[in-house]
């Protein structure tokens, strides 16, 4: 790249938490005069996630198959899709493309392998996924959020740990609490499985809380709820009205910062992007971590937090409606609350500056 004018591209998707560390790093290039741009499936939901940033190209990208009969046609998808990033990185003057992760940033490796595009990975996880294990070898750079990471990768030159790449979580400048239309008085509690919910995590949560409150009302007088719930928004909604409780539901929570600050308490998934900003914002928090990775990645992703006393780890078929009411005691505890911050404090900060600049002298960008 001889100029500061020419392009990187951000290709990835499939979840907010996939695309969050491109846009910590998509900002500080942009900072620096380079022109950043993404591509990513072009799934319905990416709408919110996308809100008030330049709308994303489209590179077709089928999933993996699950099945023989819908293998057949994945090559056919796959070739499609290359051919596709092919012509995006000719037609948009492309000098690098930045991998996110997972099955959709897959056409977009493959064709900056066959242009010989300059190749970036970014690993937000504690275990690098299939993706990038496989296909890494062609990278430049591989920028690792965690240091646990690189004992699953080959060795390679340019692997960096540069801590987690936080998007902006300023708040709103309204009062946190304002934002949602919720009480400051009142302890509050964030629910979130991530940008597309989590169905057993909601499930699990509003049943115990149902049960826990049952036969009192009145009983949590002081608490309310802020949930992140996916496409269960509206029957989730529906059951924090009939038990009485304050509450804001939605299907995405675009101000995440505000939501932090916020949360007296977070109940969520475990998610690498999830855990790097709980710990930034020093927001204690009960990890429920998706159960069906094979590699556990979750548990591992909040493993550290756990050790320093900043969270809490429990597996989702234990979250029962005992479980529930003790996360209800740990809400309006204000001594351990404290002590979980604590040991939050002087956690991760934000390393898109440092990857950034470093990925500028790698690429040869001139500063502007």
Known sequence: MASAAQRVLFSGGGTAGHLAPGFALSSALEARGVDCLFATPGEQVERSWFAGRVEPRR??????????????SFPFHLLRGVWAARGLLRREGIGAVVALGGWPCVPAVLAARWTKTPLVFLVPDAVPGLVVRKLGRSAG??????????????????????????????????????TFGLDPARATLLVTGGSLGARGLNERFLAGLEEATAGAPGSRGSLQILHSAGPDATAARARYQALGIPHHVGTYIEDMGSAYRAADLVLARAGANTCAELEATATPAVFVPYPHHADRQQFLNAERLVERGGARLIEEEALTPGAVGELLDLLVDSAALAAMRAGLSGGARDAATSAADDLIRFLGVAPS
Request: glycine share 10%; net charge positive.
């Open 59 to 72: 590179i077709h990208a089928r999933r993996l198959p699950r099945s023989l009969g819908s293998g057949v």
């Open 141 to 178: 750079r591989i920028y690792l959020a965690s240091e646990a990471a690189r004992p699953s990768l080959e060795p390679h030159d340019g692997l960096r740990v540069t801590g987690p790449l936080l998007r902006d979580l300023d708040p709103s400048d309204a009062g946190a609490h304002q």
